[in-house]
Nanobody, 125 residues
Framework: QVQLVESGGGSVQAGGSLRLSCAAS????????MAWFRQAPGKEREFVAA?????YYANSVKDRFTISRDNAKNTVLLQMNSLKPEDTAVYYC?????????????????????WGQGTQVTVSS
């Protein structure tokens, strides 16, 4: 079992930055595909970014967000710059044991085996 705990969320004005962190415990995640998803009120959970050997981003966050991992700390990070009000959501960290590099795999909620509880990000205009 893998436990994932997100942190770093908060409130920020448009144009600002936040860095989310996802700390894993229970097993090392170095061989897992890791991703961030988000869910805004009344909307479905959506893909944001993923990292395995390569990085993958939703078009809406490309060039603004950066996913990375620190294997020594068993942690995944999401650096979010130039934030917009539409980025407001609960952000979730997820781990996939058998990561697949096709969009239909890494962007699919149901392909991930472990999830964190989420951290709220609020961007005001």
């Amino acid at each position: 079992q893998v436990q994932l705990v997100e942190s770093g969320g908060g409130s920020v004005q448009a144009g600002g930055s936040l860095r989310l962190s996802c700390a894993a415990s229970g097993r090392t995640i170095s061989s897992y595909g890791m991703a961030w998803f988000r869910q805004a009120p009344g909307k479905e959970r959506e893909f944001v970014a993923a990292h395995n050997r390569n990085t993958y981003y939703a078009n809406s966050v490309k060039d603004r967000f950066t996913i990375s991992r620190d294997n020594a700390k068993n942690t995944v990070l999401l650096q979010m710059n130039s934030l917009k009000p539409e980025d407001t959501a609960v952000y979730y960290c997820a781990a996939d044991i058998d990561f697949c590099s096709a969009y239909g795999c890494y962007a699919g909620v149901h392909n991930y085996d472990y999830w964190g509880q989420g951290t709220q990000v609020t961007v005001s205009s």
